[in-house]
DNA sequence: TAGATTGTTAATCGATTAACAATC
DNA sequence: TAGATTGTTAATCGATTAACAATC
């Protein structure tokens, strides 16, 4: 029995594939909650996913008992739950660095605000942009990160500048006290392991695409 | 002992991972060849990225023998090979629909072209964009989509119109003839299973970070 | 030759799936 | 009650790591 759920006491680190699908599934139930739905079976709740229920049953059994049996699981319920296990019950400051194509897309991105994430402040180099206004925010050197996530208490930071200067970037960030980093440069980053990276690889996601579809073109036609 | 190498006859396809992290032992063969290397070894290879020796001797193995016992890989060598393998030797057109902030953002993202992905084609639904110019190319309605792909062979998209739209847009590009789809959308697609979607899903990589984090900042405190 | 490093096998580890008693 | 569905255990599957003979 003993008081797992929501992440306090002694709860292990979930599995990164875990926490994965456990947003999905938070995602898949707004969605239903708008519809107006109020009940969901583990069958229901994959199946957008491809995932099965016995996946989606033990993945949030991770968490701890949410379901009732013969019934499903409670939309509301487990929306409020899953919400406080992911942290996304309160809003998380962010700090984006590097205002080239991608940062400037990212500040006007809607997807962050519904999921309480904000982004507080705005940083880059270029002494062009520095002083001007981005998005109801004036660009900050970078050399004022520091001081802005202290003062912010900001956590999670987007890392959009050149692979060049990833690391270096990366660096001020781990030193103002950042404790996640969402890496949109190309360049792999080197932190503490107290700072969590999450790397946004487009080139390597294309890659990927790439390799599949030649392979599932050929492959057919030639013999052993 | 029967030609594997390079992905042409009977070779099993790889599982993601697997390809995932070629991708990065390319991206870093080739930042070592503009240092002037000609030889690495596994442990430098993976080292970057904190992949142990043992892997990346493993994962390149699923594709052939490639390195010199006692010596290592040739950085030149091992470039060519796996760029084969992966498909990024050669050209791949790109169709992108939607031009919001991010698809506009992409339009203009570096990092595909080095790679060899170009985007030749944009679509999008708005009556005051379609016709306009965009890096280039004029922004055909999504209706064009179909005839597009045939005329320029595309066999990739890039997905970034508002969820709500995405499934719609991708029967459409699946109707046409796309083989892998880039989905920015935050929403499940829903394809035939010869055609491949990778996700990229800034909010859910966000929420993993911002789990994470919660995580590791209470955990110390708490008594069983 | 001695030292380095490969490709590959065996051992370990972790993640997914199937099955089912318990429950509503 | 009968049918549905949970949480959980056991079985399967796949991925990572360690170890080492073969090779340069």
């Known amino acids: 029995m003993s008081s797992s ?11 990164k594939a875990v926490v994965g699908r456990v947003s999905l599934y ?5 969605t239903l909650q708008l519809q107006g739905l109020d009940k969901i079976s583990s069958r229901q709740l994959g199946e957008p996913f491809g995932i099965k229920n016995a996946q989606v049953r033990k993945d949030l059994a991770f968490f701890g008992q949410f379901g009732h049996p013969g019934i499903g699981y409670h ?3 487990l929306i409020s739950v899953l919400r406080e296990i992911l942290g996304v019950d309160k809003d998380w400051p962010l700090a984006l660095v590097g205002l080239g194509n991608l940062g400037r897309a990212l500040l006007k991105y809607r997807g962050f605000r ?8 705005i940083f880059d180099n270029d002494p062009r942009k520095i ?12 050399e004022a990160l520091r001081k802005s996530i202290a003062s912010h208490k900001t956590s999670l930071a987007l890392l959009c500048v ?6 270096q970037v990366a660096d001020l960030m781990v ?3 950042i404790r996640g980093i ?12 107290h700072v969590n990276v999450a790397a946004v690889d487009l080139s390597i996601q294309l890659e990927n695409l790439a390799y599949k579809v030649q392979k599932t073109q050929e492959g057919v036609s030639y013999g052993g």
Chains 1, 2 share one sequence.
């Open 175 to 177: 030193a103002g006290g």
């Open 5 to 15: 759920r929501n992440g306090h006491p002694n709860a292990k680190l979930a599995p």
């Open 162 to 167: 050149p692979a060049e200067s990833a690391q």
């Open 26 to 30: 938070l995602r898949q139930l707004e």
């Open 182 to 193: 969402l890496n949109f440069a190309p360049a792999p980053l080197s932190v503490p392991s």
């Open 75 to 77: 939309v509301d319920a």
């Open 131 to 142: 002083g001007q206004e981005f998005g109801g925010m004036i660009v900050e050197p970078i």
């Open 114 to 121: 519904s999921r309480r994430f904000h982004i507080v402040a």
